[in-house]
């Protein structure tokens, strides 16, 4: 949903830069100058080529927001190559103690331990609603 709203607001930029871009091409090609249609149209390119990266980097942000993307330092992804639990990781990398993440995901404190420890593996329900308080995606925390 979000992404489509923010696909809608782009559209509304560079929809029209493009039909300005077209306009121009055909303006300046009919008046011969080529020198100002050049000079143009690398202004419209940069413009779009600004306005792309700036959807790019919403739709990032609004994916992270909603914990598609996890971006954390390579210290922690080699944490969880080393072996040590995924769940683990993104708790302590997120500043949460495990009774903080049971409160938030309403999962129990007895069973995050268990499954930090590797003791119990837990549910499709019990990693969404761990992924959803960790703000993180689920495939990084089953491991």
């Given at each position: 949903m979000e992404q489509a709203r923010i696909l809608?607001?782009?559209a509304v930029v560079f929809d029209p830069l493009t039909d300005?871009?077209?306009?121009?091409?055909?303006?300046v090609r009919t008046e011969?100058?080529?020198?100002?249609?050049a000079a143009m149209a690398e202004a419209i390119e940069d413009i779009e080529d600004?306005?792309?990266?700036?959807?790019?980097?919403?739709?990032y942000q609004a994916d992270?927001?909603?914990g598609r993307h996890l971006a954390m330092p390579r210290e922690q992804w080699q944490r969880i190559r080393g072996g040590e639990s995924p769940l683990r990781v993104v708790r302590e990398f997120r500043g949460l103690t495990?009774?903080?993440?049971?409160?938030a995901s309403g999962i129990a404190r007895p069973e995050i331990s268990a499954m930090e420890g590797g003791k119990r593996r837990?549910?499709?329900?019990t990693?969404?609603?761990?992924?959803?308080?960790?703000?993180?995606?689920?495939?990084?925390?089953?491991g």
């Open positions: 809608d607001d782009a300005a871009y077209n306009d121009l091409r055909a303006a011969a100058n080529a020198a100002q249609f600004e306005m792309a990266a700036l959807i790019a980097y919403t739709r992270m927001k909603a495990q009774a903080e993440l049971a409160e837990g549910t499709v329900d990693f969404k609603a761990l992924a959803a308080a960790l703000q993180a995606p689920m495939d990084v925390l089953v």
